[in-house]
């Protein structure tokens, strides 16, 4: 959306809130009637929890649902806990099965059995098989409804099955092929289906399939598919059979929320489930506070550096200037260093069985990156207060930016390698990490030049 169809929506969220504040629900239900589904959805965003559902319900059903499909899984979330119980239920079962998953997996525990209850028992299966496979995995986001096609069949015969599953199937526009027994034999495209013969049979066309095992990471198995272009990716289970389809829309939604979590965590706060504007208050600072508190006792490293070199300071005060500038450098470094080498695991370009390289990478990068800045320390610190003093600030840097590059560098392989998530371990932990280093390696250097 453009700045200007932002601000259109942001004056009719408060418009509307307004409005409703003051039972005007005529009025607005005018102003909702021309904006469009990405409009409202940005709406919804900025609408408290119970503005949102009295919305909804102003909304006739085909949009309400277009809305409520494209709401994010968060959002939906609070929305189904402020609607009516018959409501939900009929919302719920006019959802395609992945879409349910997402949304079960943002409800309480207790609201899923009773979702599921009001639902037929075919869609009630597709569900709970899917509910079955682990939290993280591709499976728990595929879609079970799709259409296949075999290689002895001809175009004609498979555009009847595609006809035939038209109202149900994920996607039509790119086709597993698949053997008697489910097994993936390739893929053929609704393009190349439409450009060639009725009597063509299918093997003559199909291409060799990318697929993914229904137990593989979806953050994994959603960024092949944009690696590879791929509008469609077929699951399979053990066996190698065929068990469900993701598209590409929804490896872009996955994509987007593993990176809103990655880019939270890098900064020390845990992410919100929904837009900033429709957050609550206290959930703002609940994602905050726990890491506050986590960096405020790693902190006190720092204080105990200072407090056991507390003699080097009194004699030689002047240090003590250049502790913000030492330790702010070092953070950012090896900050840098994380950032670069998280973003290289998510896209599959090193393994934590790369550690040596990156390692000897980052070394090289940290200790360039030390001998520039060192140098212009050097002579900054040498001009304004003492040549000694600039040495020590110029061999500082030097080796504060090799540590600080090593240590980022190597964290998040290191988290990968203890499944833990590598964002964890990045900014904030190597900041307080790399401050205490820092200040050792300063006031080591600072007695070893200038002998106190």
């Known amino acids: 959306m453009t700045p200007t169809q932002l601000q259109n929506v942001a004056d009719a969220a408060d418009s509307i809130s307004q409005l409703i504040a003051r039972g005007d629900l005529a009025g607005a239900s005018a102003l909702l009637t021309p904006l469009a589904i990405p409009e409202l959805v940005e709406l919804f965003d900025r609408l408290s929890t119970e503005h949102a559902a009295i919305v909804y319900r102003l909304l006739a059903k085909p949009r309400a649902l277009g809305v ?56 009630r299966d597709l569900t709970s098989g899917m509910l079955g496979y682990p939290q993280d995995s591709i499976g ?3 879609s079970p409804e799709f259409v296949t096609a075999h290689p002895q069949l001809t175009v004609a015969e498979t555009f009847s099955r595609v006809r035939a599953a038209l109202d149900s199937a ?3 526009y790119t086709l597993p092929v698949t053997d008697e027994v489910r097994r993936v ?10 450009s060639a013969d009725e009597s063509t049979l299918v093997k003559d066309l199909m291409s060799d399939a990318q697929v993914a095992m229904v137990s593989e990471e979806a953050e994994t198995a959603a960024r092949r598919m944009t690696d590879f272009g791929l509008l469609a990716l077929p699951i399979v289970d053990s066996e190698e059979r065929l068990v469900g389809i993701v598209t590409i829309d ?38 905050r506070v726990v890491w506050l508190l986590v960096l405020a006792v790693g902190a ?59 390692l000897s990478r980052e070394i090289r990068v940290g200790f360039s990156l030390g001998l520039l800045l060192g140098l212009l320390g050097f002579a900054l610190a040498g001009l304004v207060y003492d040549w000694h003093v600039g040495l020590v600030i110029g061999l500082t840097l030097v080796a504060v930016c090799t ?4 240590i980022g560098g190597i964290m998040p392989l290191a988290a990968r390698a203890i499944k833990v998530d590598p964002a964890v371990f990045s900014n904030p932990f190597i900041t307080t990490f790399v401050d205490a280093t820092g200040l050792i390696i300063y006031f080591l250097i600072a007695r070893a030049v200038l002998g106190i």
């Open 68 to 123: 409520f499909e494209a709401l994010s899984p968060g959002s939906r979330g609070d929305l189904v806990g402020a609607l009516r119980n018959v409501e939900v239920t009929s919302l719920f079962a006019e959802m395609d099965p992945d879409d349910r998953v997402w949304l079960l997996d943002e409800l309480p525990a207790s609201v899923a059995p009773k979702l599921l209850r009001g639902l037929t028992r075919q869609e």
């Open 250 to 287: 929804d490896a872009a939604r996955i994509l987007k929320q593993e990176e809103s979590e990655d880019a939270a965590r890098q900064g020390g706060v845990e992410p919100l489930r929904r837009s900033y504007l429709s957050t609550p208050i206290r959930l703002l600072v609940r994602s």
């Open 403 to 406: 540590v600080a590059a090593s």
């Open 300 to 358: 006190t490293l720092t204080v105990q550096v200072l407090d056991a070199f507390e003699a080097t300071l009194a004699q030689m005060t002047v240090l003590a200037l250049f502790v913000p500038l030492l330790i702010g450098t070092g953070g950012n470094t090896g900050n840098q260093a994380a950032t670069t080498v998280t973003r290289s695991l998510a896209l599959g370009e090193v393994t934590p069985g790369d550690v040596r390289r990156v």
């Open 170 to 172: 994920e996607t039509v």
């Open 140 to 142: 728990r986001r595929m």
């Open 185 to 194: 034999v390739g893929v053929v495209s609704l393009r190349d289906l439409m």
